[in-house]
């Protein structure tokens, strides 16, 4: 059973938090994570909306697989009512973002890509209406015995170019 911690506990509540972050103004600062296990700065906010457990006693197949099919289930019903509201999510591949495939110039991911390529593969993101924003969710793990985290992001237009 996954642990709620630090985890939005419904969809309907990780619903709730999805609309407050992408109608919150942008912090003019990096601020973060706090208790709620939301952080941002300029021109983007995260958001933790569930988390399992951690796998330091236990990284079995079958508890890693139960984990990551649970938050994959929640992933599957928002992106079910986001595509109602806004459409189809485009799949965005985040390994750009981590910079090896650019030799020879200097690049650096814009926030929240920095993050989101570092923890997961892709994306599911969604353009919001009459908005400069895009809104996305995603799955990562940022070490093999930490938690499986479903993520949201919403960041400015702009910072979707690599």
Known sequence: ML?????????DDQLSVIDSLSALPFPEQECGPGADWRWGGPG???????ESQDFWDDRSVD?????HREVEADLAV??????????????????PYLGFD????DFTA???????SGVADSMR???LPN?????ALAIGQADPEWPIQLLVAVGEAPSLRY
């Open 102 to 105: 650019t030799t020879g110039t």
């Open 78 to 95: 928002l992106a079910a009512t986001l595509t109602s509201r806004w459409g189809n999510a485009e799949t965005v591949d985040l390994w």
């Open 125 to 127: 993101m969604w353009r």
């Open 44 to 50: 983007h906010h995260l958001a933790v909306l569930r």
């Open 63 to 67: 508890v890693v697989e139960a984990a």
């Open 3 to 11: 642990s709620q911690h630090r985890s939005a506990s419904s969809a």
């Open 110 to 116: 814009s926030p929240p890509l920095d993050f989101l």
């Open 131 to 135: 908005s400069e924003r895009w809104l």
